[in-house]
């Protein structure tokens, strides 16, 4: 009843958008030599390299709680009516943020930003944007000679014109990788020489540009173990040797490692706290974790284990951003299943909020329009907070409310 009443105080009228522009570049660059080095030689104390940070931090509500809520009835929701967001209001999701020094965006597919309607929500609603697909090593590096940047350039264009933060996704996956790299005949060495070049080459590209990158994306297994094609070539060092050279290309990016279903205390989140605390010990510039957040309604990490979580990385010294947060719903979804999608949204900001090392939320797509999910998860979808039409869901006005409410 709480959150249907504050809903429907919320009805804020759109008016004067601003129409996105975005250039896009069409280049190919000649993959370039250079030896590798056998050990890192620029390694920074991690101590000193939090000081170089972009991203703002942000302070914690010491009266917040985050606990979750029991589902309002479904007999007592009066339906939401047509409503458009606050684009050019204070109560953007953006504006609200910033006052927040809070990063809030989406993850976005190249060509959509072209798109007139898209572009000006995600200009208008949004302060960080992360490359769903455009920045992965078989999109961005597709011939073993070649790049092909115009997808990512297009991504970072748009930013760059919006004044947005970029995350960069991702420099090391066993997913979407290149046939002529993942099935080619390549020695330790010559892997090694591969990704060197391939990431001086991209990171070095957006110097300046991407903030944040991924830089190891879901290299624990549930079990705590790790994996991957790199792995396997270049045993389990690879992992300090791919952010020191990340560090190298851009020593003002933060690098963090990213992954699903680590969001709660857990065997894969376990791994990930002992990999890290390693790596600052051996003093390798990593600077935070990515909680990646895929939950369907109903199967939602424990709260109190998440923040258990963020807060143990933060004894670290380490940050912790959400990265890929979508909440699925089955197939059809009620208004009852809205309402509790728009709560789990509401509490997921709100235990970033109020941690003193989460400044970062960011969720996998802006609109049900185009998600990853209903192809991928057949009988469910939904997951976004912009429905097909563009038009807020309950989840968008309860994250419009936690940001309103919640002291900055
Ligand atoms: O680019 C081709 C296009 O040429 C072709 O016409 C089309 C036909 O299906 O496929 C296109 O490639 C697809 C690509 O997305 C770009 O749209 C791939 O088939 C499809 O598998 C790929 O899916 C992506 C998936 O990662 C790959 O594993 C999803 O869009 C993307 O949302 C998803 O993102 C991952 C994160 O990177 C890591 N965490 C989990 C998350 C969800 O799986």
């Known amino acids: 009843m709480r959150y249907l009443v504050l809903s429907l105080t919320i009805l804020i009228i759109l008016t004067g958008c601003q129409v996105a ?9 000649a993959i370039p030599t250079k030896t590798i080095p056998a050990t890192a030689t620029d390694q920074p104390n991690p101590s000193s390299t939090k000081t170089e940070t972009i991203l703002p931090t942000i302070t914690a509500t010491e ?17 939401l009516p047509t409503m458009t967001p606050s684009s050019s209001t204070n109560d953007s999701l953006r504006n609200l943020a910033d006052a927040h020094n809070l990063n809030i965006g989406v993850a976005v597919n190249n060509g959509l930003v072209n798109e007139a309607e898209y572009a000006e929500l995600l200009g208008n ?44 996704h991702t420099l090391v996956w066993q997913k979407q990788m290149p046939k002529w790299l993942q099935y080619g005949d390549w020695t330790s060495e010559q892997v090694s020489e591969i990704l060197y070049q391939h990431i001086q080459t ?15 994306n879901e290299g624990i297994t549930g079990q705590g173990i790790l994996r991957n094609f790199w792995y396997k070539a270049l045993g389990p060092e690879y992992i300090d ?26 065997k894969k989140s376990d791994k990930i706290h002992e990999l890290l605390e390693g790596m600052l010990t051996r003093g390798i510039p990593v600077h935070g974790v990515g909680l990646q957040f895929h939950v369907d309604l109903g199967a939602e990490p424990r709260l109190t284990g998440v923040a258990e979580n963020i807060k143990r990385l933060n004894d670290l010294g380490l940050q912790v951003h959400i990265t890929e947060l979508d909440v699925s719903l089955p ?36 609109t049900d329009k185009y998600s990853w999910i209903p192809s991928t998860k057949p009988g469910s979808g939904a997951a976004l907070i912009f429905d ?19 002291t900055p």
């Open 21 to 29: 522009t975005t250039s896009t570049s069409n280049q190919t660059t």
């Open 63 to 79: 009266t917040s709680q985050w606990i979750w809520v029991e589902a309002t009835q479904p007999s007592t929701v009066t339906p």
């Open 125 to 168: 609603e949004f302060n960080i944007i992360t490359a769903e697909n455009a920045m992965k090593f078989g999109i961005i590096h597709p011939q073993v000679d070649s790049y092909d940047f115009v997808a990512a350039d297009e991504i970072v264009n748009f930013a760059l014109a919006h004044h947005m933060q970029v995350r960069g």
């Open 202 to 216: 991209v990171v070095g590209r957006y110097r300046g540009q991407v903030q944040v990158w991924d830089v190891v």
């Open 241 to 266: 040797l791919v952010f020191q050279w990340a560090h190298e290309a851009d020593p003002d990016a933060l690098l963090f490692y990213n992954d699903y279903s680590a969001e709660t205390i857990n």
């Open 331 to 366: 197939d059809n979804p009620s208004e009852e299943d809205l309402f509790l999608q728009a709560e789990t949204y509401r509490q997921i900001l709100g235990v970033c909020l109020a941690a003193d090392n989460c400044n970062t939320f960011i969720m996998w797509g802006m």
């Open 388 to 406: 097909e039409n563009y038009q807020p869901k309950p989840a968008y006005f309860a994250l419009q409310e936690v940001l309103k409410t919640e």
